[in-house]
């Protein structure tokens, strides 16, 4: 397109014409065939038209190039003005219009293909942007070849411009997916690791020292509590972008997930730099965010690590910024190994666990719950196991704390009641009756705006039943309680989920729960039945909790049933239900039928 050999632009040589004086751009009787067609075989002008009508009807621009000196150009067709908002008239009348009009980060490197198609004769194959009459930046892939006469000498450069900028634009919006953080625009997790880890590779040939500042938010949870998740993502947001304006050139920035952030300094002389980093991000954070007309205040925790591994970097970062959150009035802390262990112990616990949920490494064991009226299984407890690679099975108190802690327990309870509601509908199909499944639910999980969609997404995934579903929330799950959660509560009810109160006695102010919220059964916790059969005052206690239970309308479910003589205690006193060693042990396949009189001989 208008290019000469050296790659300046071109001017037409003669007329406008196919060589020809007398015959302008849109007036030529030989009209191009696309991409490689012989103009001169066109005989008659009727054929002319036809072919000018079809090039004219294709969704490019066609063009042609002469071989001359200057690269003049031929024929433009007129598809160029509402591809790029200039005339056929315009594009032959300015000769360097086709060069101004390249993107100044493009237009070496397209002058040069265009050199080398003219020297070489080789096809042109090219893309880059123009930029249009209007301003608009316009993604062209420009395809050409040399066509040559009957002896195979060239003749011409033909060729098309598509515009390919739906196609560019549906990359790059990919490309941001896969490498920043939707909210904020920063780096994610991997392409930080990935820019980390190049980053430092650097700096180790340089024999630089590079520091990691890990950020975490104190108390953000409040804000999406109180304030709710839209909330809480403009101020996420808004804290981005004030670490993104606080870093020098040559800093580096991502969000880890959640209120997790990060900054890179590539090289620092002294620890001492890496201090004025930290309080300048410190002032950015803790600076007022007015939103709404409410102004929030926030305070931040950071951790510094030095060195040169990404991987131990990242570990005593994390661990440091713990120990930060112990002295908040300075607001950050240097990593050091001897006060430290157990925070980097934490932290690589929690790398594994967010491995594990990325690789599947959970399971879950079903332990049945007995009707003592009917003497039959009516419904299970899906309990979850983590299935380490080195460990093998790692006990729930080990990593639930820390599934909460980091946020991972949303995308691992999503997990958990899609699992558990699949094989409830199998195992409703092949008992050929009702079977309830008990899933275990975290405040955290209660208080995330999306936990009732994900409920729906489980039932409907599966069909399972929703009156069959029970949901299990604690005593401390309920005191964390607010309006917020009330509503999800209600919600659940009215779709027609059974709720449950777990390990009953256990919090604080149970009365005042079992009035507030839409529970349908108390599970009674299992120290309240350890020692019935020798302790008079136990048994006294369970007896005052099973007529309290039976007076609001509860279903009462016993847990941690081990023997025969604690089995027919709880019936007697009016429970409906239990669970325990003594009915069947937790196990990955569901069983069908009880087997009683069964001693518990293993934890």
């Known amino acids: 397109m208008s290019t000469n050999g050296s790659g300046a632009a071109s001017r037409p040589v003669g007329s406008p014409g196919w060589g020809k004086p007398g015959l302008g751009r849109n007036d030529n009787p030989h009209p191009v065939s696309?991409?490689?067609?012989?103009?001169?075989?066109?005989?008659?002008?009727?054929?002319?038209?036809?072919?000018?009508?079809?090039?004219?009807?294709?969704?490019?621009?066609?063009?042609?190039?002469?071989?001359?000196?200057?690269?003049?150009?031929?024929?433009?067709?007129?598809?160029?003005?509402?591809?790029?908002?200039y005339t056929t008239a315009e594009w032959a009348s300015d000769a360097e219009l086709f060069v101004r009009a390249l993107h100044l980060d493009d237009r070496d490197r397209v002058l040069a293909a265009h050199a080398h198609t003219h020297a070489t004769h080789q096809p042109l194959s090219v893309e880059y942007r123009l930029i249009a009459k209007d301003g608009r930046v316009v993604w062209i892939r420009d395809e050409g070849v040399i066509v040559l006469d009957e002896d195979g000498s060239p003749l011409y450069l033909q060729g098309y411009l598509l515009d390919i900028t739906a196609e560019r634009e549906a990359q790059e919006q990919l490309r941001q997916l896969a490498l920043y953080d939707s909210l904020t625009g920063l780096a994610n997790r991997a392409f930080f690791r990935e820019q980390f880890q190049y980053t430092v590779s650097m700096r180790k040939e340089l024999d630089h020292q590079t520091a990691l500042?890990?950020?975490?938010?104190n108390d953000f949870k409040h804000i999406n509590d109180h304030w709710g998740h839209d909330v809480?993502?403009?101020?996420?947001?808004?804290?981005?972008?004030r670490i993104q304006h606080t870093l020098r050139a040559g800093d580096a920035a991502a969000r880890l997930g959640g209120d997790e952030f990060a900054v890179v300094v590539p090289s620092i002389a002294e620890a001492q730099e890496a201090v004025r980093v930290a309080e300048r991000l410190l002032e950015a954070v803790r600076w007022p965010i007015e939103l709404g007309g409410r102004q929030l205040t926030l305070d931040v925790s950071i951790g510094i690590s030095l060195g040169r591994d990404v991987e131990i970097m990242l570990q005593e970062a994390d661990a440091a910024m713990y120990r930060a959150k112990g002295q908040r009035d300075v607001g950050y802390a240097f990593f050091q190994p001897d006060l430290d262990t157990v925070a980097a112990q934490r932290s690589r616990r929690v790398i594994e666990l967010r491995e594990a949920v990325q690789l599947s490494q959970f399971t879950l064991d079903y332990q049945p719950v007995i009707?003592?009226?009917a003497h039959e299984i009516t419904g299970y407890e899906a309990l979850l196991r983590w299935q380490h690679p080195q460990e093998g099975k790692v006990a729930p108190l080990d990593f639930i704390p820390l599934a909460e802690d980091s946020g991972l327990i949303i995308p691992l309870g999503k997990w958990v009641l899609a699992e558990a509601c699949g094989y409830g509908a199998l195992l409703v199909e092949e008992m050929g009756r009702e079977v309830h499944m008990s899933v275990n639910v975290s405040a955290v999980q209660l208080q995330h705006p999306e936990?009732?969609?994900?409920?729906?997404?489980?039932l409907a995934g599966s069909g399972f039943p929703p009156h069959c579903l029970i949901l299990e929330l604690t005593e401390s799950v309920l005191l964390a309680s607010g309006a917020h959660t009330q509503q999800r509560l209600a919600a659940l009810k009215a779709g027609g989920?059974?709720?449950?109160?777990?390990?009953?006695?256990?919090g604080y102010a149970s009365l005042s729960y079992l009035q507030q919220f839409p529970v349908d059964i108390m599970k009674i916790d299992r120290s309240f039945t350890a020692t019935i059969e020798s302790t008079t005052a136990d048994l006294v206690l369970l007896r005052g909790i099973v007529d309290l239970g039976n007076a609001l309308g509860l279903r009462l479910?016993?847990?941690?049933?081990?023997?025969?003589?604690?089995?027919?205690?709880?019936r007697?006193?009016?429970?409906?239900?239990?669970?325990?060693?003594?009915f069947g042990y937790p196990e990955p396949v569901a069983r069908r039928k009880l087997v009683g009189h069964r001693h518990a001989a293993r934890a």
């Open 34 to 85: 696309h991409c490689g067609g012989d103009v001169a075989s066109v005989a008659s002008t009727d054929d002319a038209r036809r072919y000018r009508t079809l090039i004219e009807q294709l969704p490019l621009v066609v063009y042609v190039d002469a071989l001359d000196a200057a690269s003049s150009n031929i024929f433009t067709s007129r598809q160029v003005e509402p591809l790029l908002g």
């Open 371 to 373: 009707d003592l009226g």
């Open 451 to 458: 936990f009732v969609a994900h409920v729906a997404a489980a």
């Open 557 to 570: 479910v016993a847990e941690g049933i081990q023997t025969p003589g604690q089995h027919e205690i709880v």
């Open 497 to 506: 989920i059974t709720l449950a109160l777990d390990d009953f006695g256990t």
């Open 213 to 217: 500042l890990f950020l975490d938010l």
């Open 232 to 241: 809480g993502d403009q101020v996420l947001a808004t804290i981005g972008a």
């Open 572 to 582: 007697e006193l009016g429970c409906h239900s239990a669970q325990g060693f003594y």
